[in-house]
């Protein structure tokens, strides 16, 4: 019954087994990456975003457009960094308990990013009189879509990691957006106001780095230390030293974020 | 009869003419162009999704192994296959694939093309012939989301809920009801939808999974039973299969009296804690918020923005290679654009008062859809946050807007009520 | 020689259309492609109209198409030879009696037909609607008023497809249409009426046997006109009393397969 053109890949399909590694060896040595992102150009004014629903309440924070901020020192907030290697150890003290808590908060997503690991408990909470909705619209996992009343809360939790950050909306009011990065492992990091992150507790050795930014995506090209250097698809290795690795200034051009 | 059988026929005529054999000319240039029809069809193929290969930059021989992988993993459209793992019915795919005949027993075949692909296209893409003309657009099945179900907001339907879509239809949409094709026949679609939707949900992680890739791969997906089985396939397959066991309970209403429970369900539309109101307006007209999109379109309007600002990118910085190179994907970007891609519309939240309702009218039914929400719609799912009683009186509040007239309550109805439906 | 074949050919030819016409009515009744079985109470009444009009158009035809034959055969040029044929200019006679007939004709057919058209469109039985049956592309949706005879209020039923109507009884339709033309086809009740967006029209019948029936649409309404079927069944008051009462159930449902409690 099988066409022939189909016998080749079926046949592919079915014979070959993937023996799986069990995950148990322990890393000697324990390292961190850190570095600061660099915005080139005159630091952009965040444009001010029309409130048009429950305006009494949210009218009064001069909310802005969070895609790209940068701050006084032209550090650039926001940008997620996350080791993309598969099977990695894991520091013994990295154990997730805690849920993270992502607050609708003055009507916008606080923190605008926000990082959980599989399994980990996302904690969606609402701080303001208003009701709101959270629209977490990842690919991998169910997307959710839960109705969240003054200081109600709901907890989200996802079963696999997702290569592309989800977007975090509210339907009720259109302006607001957020971001969950969904990885399987703890190290990940979201850069703070001054463009600055720090990943702890690495395995020692080499390990791939992606960087991400939801106005540029995957960032193809920044400048570190002077030196023009690509990572395509965001992707960059990285040599872990006991003693702390330091990626130094990664200076971004304006046009990156056009 | 028309231009090409009359030169046919010119072509096949003696010279000298008898009556007769001119009568029997006519006869066979009437004939001619059927029976042409019938032997050129070529034969039906799934369109890939190329919204999603732009979007992901696939190269062609990508796209050629994805086609390759999805053809070994479900077949064609005529020949539809099935492994294990999707727990689908062969048989009942057979009935519903193909084109149009019927078999040695007479009975028919080829029922999707008969019945659906008119509007959700051959690969239930919900891109058929008519699907321009239609508002709302009909369902793309390749996404895996499916709106009116009796279980949770991520979760997919059961093959319950498929068939009663099937046998109501979708009133306030272009979707009709199938109920009088009889229940094999529904059945057999219905087993067709869930095949076609895991193989779009499968072609979607296919593709999405190029971007995964580490470069040792050089740009190739591992076509290993475990990969293909176990990272693509099953993840989609078991999660139909979950549905199935993944109802919803529904408490019983509570027992108050039903004008207490409308007006308490009032109260709850127009409060902050359900905030219905916000979208489905102070009047309920549904003219609360009137440019949101459904996941379906967002997907189209995002890219089709990302696309935009593709298009204002300096090419500057770029080698020449990285230039011709991307400009080969815009332009391949924009032709899928225009011709893969239907254009984005706002979707309307649910005028209330119409008694339209196109998940089904039951108090149950609108149950399900306040505690789930609607997948793919704006609509948040409320569970957790209403208790079931809550939710009920607004069902039955609801339920009361068509006939509330002139903010009163009760069974004496007017005119405006009955003009309204 | 062949020209007088080719003389007899085209008059038989000629002689065949009245004979097959008249066999193809014949045949047809024994091979169910007549009329549908009527179950209507004014159907004898339409059908008998039709009979009366076949027979008379029936007889007309045979007689023209005879004319024609027994013409084509006796002035045929090969057998009569290279005769003259004469100019005639008119004949005023003639002329007076093929209007004045058929005239005469139309209008008895005009006035005999008055009852049977005020009937099914003239005189509608003085009650609220049965059924309201909206048409729409492509599929019939309809909506019964419930216990209180009244649309538009929360104990209406809504269905699709799936007309009940109880037998004897006069059985009053609002028929309306939600986007274009279609025609409300009831072939075993006799009754076709087309369906017009932004009127609601009545249609009205009596069933007299019960029974499962087409409902079908006569007015090319899109590209889907060929699949938009319902379906009629005919019962007893109790009967379709026992249905409505049923679907309301179902439609109230709070919980799942409430069917089962009813078994």
């Known amino acids: 019954m099988v066409q022939p053109s189909l ?159 989800a977007a975090v909306t509210c339907n009720i009011h259109p302006w607001m957006k957020g971001w969950v990065v969904v990885r399987d492992n703890p190290y990940a990091a979201v850069t703070g106001e001054d463009g600055s992150f720090t990943i702890e507790k690495l395995p020692a050795g080499e390990v791939e780095l992606q960087f991400w930014h939801e106005k540029a995506g995957y960032l193809d090209s920044m400048v570190i230390n002077g030196k023009k250097t690509s990572v395509k698809r965001g992707r960059m290795d990285v040599e872990v030293e006991a003693d702390g690795t330091d990626l130094g200034e990664m200076v971004l051009d304006a046009s990156v974020f056009k | 009869m028309n231009l090409p059988s009359a030169t046919a026929c010119k072509n ?109 296209g051959v690969t239930g893409d919900g891109m058929g012939p008519t699907a321009a003309f239609l508002n709302p657009y009909p369902r793309d099945y390749r996404p895996g989301w499916f709106k009116f179900k009796s279980t949770e907001r991520a979760d997919k339907p059961t093959h319950a809920d498929l068939v009663t879509i099937l046998n109501n239809g979708i009133y306030g949409t272009s979707m009709p009801s199938f109920e009088l094709l009889g229940e094999t026949k529904v059945d057999a679609l219905v087993e067709y939808v869930k095949y076609l939707s895991m193989r779009g949900e499968a072609e979607l992680s ?16 591992p076509e290993t039973r475990d990969f293909l089985i176990e990272e693509i396939l099953l993840p989609v397959a078991e999660r139909w299969q979950e549905a199935e066991d993944a109802v919803i309970e529904v408490p019983e209403m509570p027992e108050v009296d039903l004008t207490e429970s ?46 935009q600002s593709a298009h204002e990118t300096s090419t500057s910085d770029m080698t020449s290679e990285e230039r011709s190179e991307h400009r080969a994907w815009l332009a391949k970007s924009d032709r899928v654009l225009a011709g893969d891609a239907l254009d984005p519309r706002t979707i309307q939240p649910r005028n209330l008062r119409q008694a339209i309702y196109r998940g089904g009218r039951r108090p149950l039914d609108l149950y399900y859809r306040i505690h789930a929400g609607i997948n793919g719609a704006p609509m948040p799912a409320a569970a957790g946050t209403l208790s079931p009683d809550e939710i009920w009186h607004i069902v039955n509040y609801i339920r009361s807007l068509p006939y509330e007239f002139d903010g009163e309550l009760g069974a004496d109805r007017s005119m405006v009520a009955r003009d309204r439906l | ?89 008119g004949s005023h006679t003639l002329e007076v009696i093929w209007t004045i007939i058929p005239a005469v004709v139309m209008l008895f057919l005009a006035i005999y037909q008055m009852n049977a058209w005020a009937d099914v469109k003239m ?129 109230e449902a709070t919980q799942p397969n409430p069917q089962e409690d009813m078994l």
């Open chain 2, 206 to 221: 296919l593709m999405r999974y190029y971007f995964e890739l580490d470069d040792e791969d050089e740009g190739k997906l």
């Open chain 1, 7 to 165: 016998r080749r890949p079926l046949l592919t399909l079915l014979g070959s087994v993937l023996v799986a590694l069990p995950v148990c060896a322990q890393a000697a040595e324990w390292g961190s990456i850190s570095g600061r992102f660099v915005y080139d150009g005159d630091a952009p004014t965040p444009p001010k975003l029309t409130v048009d629903k429950d305006v009494d309440v949210c009218g009064k924070h001069n909310l802005v457009n969070e895609e790209l901020i940068v701050g006084e020192d032209k550090g650039i907030a926001n940008i997620v960094i996350f080791v993309r290697d598969r099977k990695i150890d894991v520091h013994p003290d990295l154990k997730a308990t805690e849920p993270v808590v992502l607050d609708n908060l003055n009507c916008r997503f606080a923190p605008h990013v926000v990082f959980v690991q599989t399994g980990q408990d996302l904690l969606i909470k609402n701080s303001d009189p208003v009701g709101h909705n959270s629209n977490v619209a990842t690919l991998k996992n169910p997307a959710s879509n839960t109705l969240i009343p003054a200081s109600g809360e709901t907890k989200v939790t996802f079963r696999s990691d997702e290569a592309v950050p």
């Open chain 2, 262 to 307: 409308i007006a308490m369900g009032k109260e709850l539309f127009y409060g902050n804690k359900a905030n219905c109101v916000k979208c489905h307006g102070v009047t309920a007209l549904g003219d609360g918020q009137a440019n949101d999109y459904d996941d379906w379109n967002k997907v189209v309007k995002q890219w089709s923005a990302e696309l």
């Open chain 3, 123 to 251: 005189r509608r039985p003085v009650m609220k609607p049965t059924v309201e049956v909206v048409a729409r592309q492509f599929e019939w949706r309809l909506r019964y008023p419930g216990p209180d005879e009244e649309l538009g209020t929360p104990d209406d039923l809504f269905l699709v497809n799936d007309l009940h109507v109880p037998v004897d009884e006069d059985v009053l339709v609002q028929l309306k249409s939600m986007d274009v033309l279609h025609s409300f086809f009831l072939p075993n009740l006799r009754i076709k009426q087309d369906a017009v967006p932004g009127m609601k029209i009545p249609v009205w019948f009596k069933a007299t046997e019960t029974g499962q029936y087409d409902l079908v649409c006569a007015e090319l309404c899109g590209w889907g006109h060929y699949k938009m079927k319902g379906r009629i069944t005919i019962e007893s008051r109790e009967d379709f009393d026992a249905w409505l009462e049923q679907k309301y159930r179902e439609q």
């Open chain 3, 1 to 89: 020689m062949r020209n007088r074949l080719a003389g007899l050919f085209w008059s038989l030819l000629f002689l065949a259309v009245p004979v097959l016409g008249v066999a193809v009515f014949a045949v047809a009744p024994s091979i169910d492609v007549w009329l549908p079985k009527d179950v209507s109470a004014h159907g004898k009444e339409i059908d008998s109209l039709f009979y009366f009009i076949l027979a008379l158009t029936g007889v007309v035809f045979i007689v023209t198409e005879m004319l024609l034959f027994w013409f084509i055969w006796k002035y045929d040029v090969a057998a009569r030879g290279e005769e003259k044929a004469t100019y005639i200019h």
């Open chain 2, 12 to 120: 096949n005529q003696p010279t000298t003419t008898a009556p007769r054999l001119s009568l029997a000319c006519l006869g066979v240039c009437c004939l001619l162009p059927i029976l042409a029809g019938c032997g050129q069809t070529p034969a039906a193929t799934f369109r890939p999704n190329m919204v999603e290969s732009a979007k992901q930059r696939l190269q062609p021989e990508q796209e050629q192994q994805v086609a390759t992988i999805l053809e070994a993993m479900f077949g064609t459209p005529d020949n539809p296959v099935v492994l294990p793992e999707t727990g689908l019915d062969i048989a009942k795919l057979r009935l519903a694939a193909g084109p149009v005949h019927s078999d040695i027993v007479g009975r028919k075949n080829g029922l999707f093309r008969e019945h659906c692909s008119h509007c959700h």
